[in-house]
């Protein structure tokens, strides 16, 4: 992947969320704020510009000076801190973003001809807080417009992408997906739960809140936990799959990883197979 730095604005007052700390806010049992880190993870360095709080992965925390000061000056702040040649922009309240999107806008960056590439929504909105920028440009666009009107306070990001040669990413309609309201809150937590998801969100959820890293085959685990359900009992499944996860985590620790939670899956499957052709066999 190419290298990048990334900057998270994570300030703002949250007005129509009654001011509360909307990237502390959880969707899918996980704070709104590492959502999005767990997107960048590969980023060189990666600058968090808000109040300080415990996150997923280690950060680089500033803050925009005056203190709310608006998109502009927060990323004025955040931009100190990067040294890569491309800085991806976001901020912390997109639940849905992915590292598929960062992907496709650092490869709209790096055509020929352009400084940056941006979101843009089904609608066709531009989308400045789910881009990548070329430092030199970026840099030197804030450095204007701070000189033109006496510093980044109050002052609009169309101020800025109207300056740049951008890009324009179609991604997934979620990929851009803000939480501005309570309304957007509640969607974002439906969503996670509905059927064609919610095993990977509560995957990635215990996988966040536990601190593995570790890549799951979800499809080995459900089929042993079907196969020691019907060929032993119903509570064999919980209890297989837990025992597995405990002999794949010691043969981890001589560098199994993946392929150990395979292999003893298989192992536990193949004894649940023959428990069964126990009992049918007379």
């Known amino acids: 992947m190419t290298a990048y730095d990334a900057i998270v604005l994570a300030g703002g007052a ?3 969320l009654g001011g509360t700390d909307k990237p ?3 969707i899918g049992g996980r704070a709104l704020l590492d959502r999005v880190l767990a997107a960048c993870a590969e ?3 990666t600058v968090v ?3 300080r709080r415990p996150t997923v992965r280690a950060v680089t925390w500033t803050c925009e000076e005056p203190q709310g000061g608006g998109p502009l000056a927060a990323l004025g702040a ?6 890569a040649e491309r800085v991806l922009v976001l901020s912390a309240d997109l639940p849905f973003l992915g590292a598929d999107t960062v992907e496709s806008l650092l490869a709209a960056a790096g055509q020929g001809g352009v400084e940056g590439a ?14 990548v920028y070329r430092a030199e440009p970026l840099r030197r666009e804030l450095a204007l417009l701070a000189t033109e009107h006496g510093g980044l306070a109050g002052l609009p990001l169309r101020l800025l992408t109207h300056e740049l040669r951008l890009s324009r990413v179609v991604a997934d309609p979620l990929a851009s ?3 501005d309201t309570w309304e957007d809150i509640a969607s974002a937590r439906a ?3 509905e059927h064609g998801t919610v095993l990977d969100e509560w995957i990635t959820a215990v996988k966040n809140e536990l601190g593995i890293e570790l890549d799951v085959d979800t499809g080995v685990l459900l089929d042993l936990a079907r196969d020691a359900a019907h060929g032993v009992a119903r509570p064999a499944a919980p209890l297989t799959t837990f025992l597995v996860g405990y002999a794949a985590a010691q043969a981890s620790s001589g560098g199994g990883g993946p392929e150990a939670v395979a292999e003893a899956a298989r192992k536990a499957a193949a004894l649940a197979l023959r428990w069964a052709d126990e009992t049918e066999t007379p």
């Open 14 to 16: 949250a007005k129509r």
């Open 191 to 193: 969503r996670i739960r």
């Open 24 to 26: 502390g806010l959880r």
């Open 177 to 179: 997906f803000d939480c």
């Open 43 to 45: 980023a060189g360095t």
């Open 49 to 51: 510009v808000g109040g």
């Open 118 to 131: 941006l979101c843009a929504d089904q609608d066709g909105r531009d989308q400045p807080l789910v881009a």
């Open 78 to 83: 955040g931009v100190r801190h990067t040294t």
